[in-house]
């Protein structure tokens, strides 16, 4: 796996978006799992998603920086959760990249997604009408993909399922540039916050991250 970012932020917070290059076998040769995690490989259809899912635990191990063993289960939500170590964690992936963001303190959410004209098919599905008066102009694929991103990064941070892109989260009107924040408000019925989501380009990836606190 080849480092293709690293960014240390505020309050313990830190995230690395790898590019996967190896074989799952080398993945594997890289971790210690055991047999649930391994039943869970094997329900995996090969490919991308194992890959995917083998990458995002390398990583962990790097970031970590441990030789112990990493138990990563996920709770009844679907979430992600260390265990047997005390940081809070994000994962996602998209094609060739895999990232993981990881906070010492409250819970965190990061979404990478490679851009593509597709998102213009589905904009209402995930945006409000009022949301979408706002996209315009020629970087409008971009700013629907931040806006994505957000949602995504929102949607982990809180961790609960039956929580829509569309009905429970507004994004506030705000200017698209190649790296810049937007702000989110989450009207969900565990909890209502206004969060502050950063975006940035990734060669041709948008990545939207958010912290709890920010």
Same mark, same amino acid.
């Given at each position: =796996?080849?480092l293709?970012?690293?960014?240390?932020? %505020?309050?313990?917070?830190r995230?690395?978006?790898?590019?996967?290059? %190896?074989?799952?076998?080398d !993945?594997i040769?890289?971790?210690?799992?055991?047999?649930?995690?391994?039943?869970?490989? /094997?329900?995996?259809?090969?490919g991308?998603?194992?890959?995917?899912?083998?990458?995002?635990?390398?990583?962990?191990?790097? =970031?970590? /920086?441990?030789p112990?063993?990493?138990?990563?289960?996920?709770?009844?939500?679907?979430?992600?959760?260390l265990?047997?170590?005390?940081?809070r964690?994000?994962?996602?992936h998209?094609? @060739?990249y895999?990232?993981v =963001? =990881?906070s010492? /303190?409250?819970?965190?959410?990061?979404?990478?997604?490679?851009v593509?004209?597709k998102?213009?098919?589905?904009a209402?599905?995930?945006?409000k009408?009022?949301?979408?008066e706002g996209?315009?102009?020629?970087?409008r694929?971009e700013?629907l993909?931040a806006c994505?991103?957000?949602?995504?990064?929102?949607?982990?941070?809180?961790?609960?399922?039956?929580?829509?892109f569309?009905? /429970?989260?507004?994004?506030?009107?705000?200017e698209?540039?190649d790296?810049?924040v !937007?702000?989110? @408000?989450? @009207?969900?019925?565990n909890?209502q916050?206004?969060?502050?989501v950063?975006?940035?380009?990734f060669?041709?990836y948008?990545?939207?991250?958010v912290?709890?606190g920010?």
């Amino acid at each position: =796996m080849a480092l293709a970012y690293l960014r240390e932020l %505020e309050n313990g917070v830190r995230f690395a978006i790898w590019r996967i290059e %190896e074989t799952a076998e080398d !993945l594997i040769g890289r971790l210690q799992l055991d047999e649930q995690e391994r039943e869970t490989l /094997n329900r995996l259809n090969k490919g991308k998603r194992t890959l995917h899912w083998l990458a995002t635990r390398v990583l962990l191990r790097e =970031m970590l /920086n441990t030789p112990g063993y990493i138990s990563c289960p996920s709770d009844a939500n679907g979430k992600p959760y260390l265990a047997n170590f005390p940081q809070r964690i994000s994962l996602t992936h998209s094609f @060739d990249y895999a990232a993981v =963001m =990881m906070s010492d /303190n409250g819970e965190v959410g990061i979404d990478l997604e490679l851009v593509k004209t597709k998102i213009l098919r589905i904009a209402d599905k995930f945006m409000k009408p009022a949301e979408l008066e706002g996209i315009a102009g020629q970087q409008r694929i971009e700013q629907l993909y931040a806006c994505w991103c957000a949602k995504e990064a929102v949607y982990k941070l809180q961790g609960n399922k039956g929580v829509s892109f569309k009905d /429970n989260m507004t994004i506030q009107p705000f200017e698209f540039q190649d790296q810049g924040v !937007l702000f989110l @408000d989450l @009207d969900a019925p565990n909890r209502q916050a206004r969060f502050k989501v950063y975006y940035e380009k990734f060669q041709e990836y948008m990545l939207g991250y958010v912290m709890e606190g920010s």
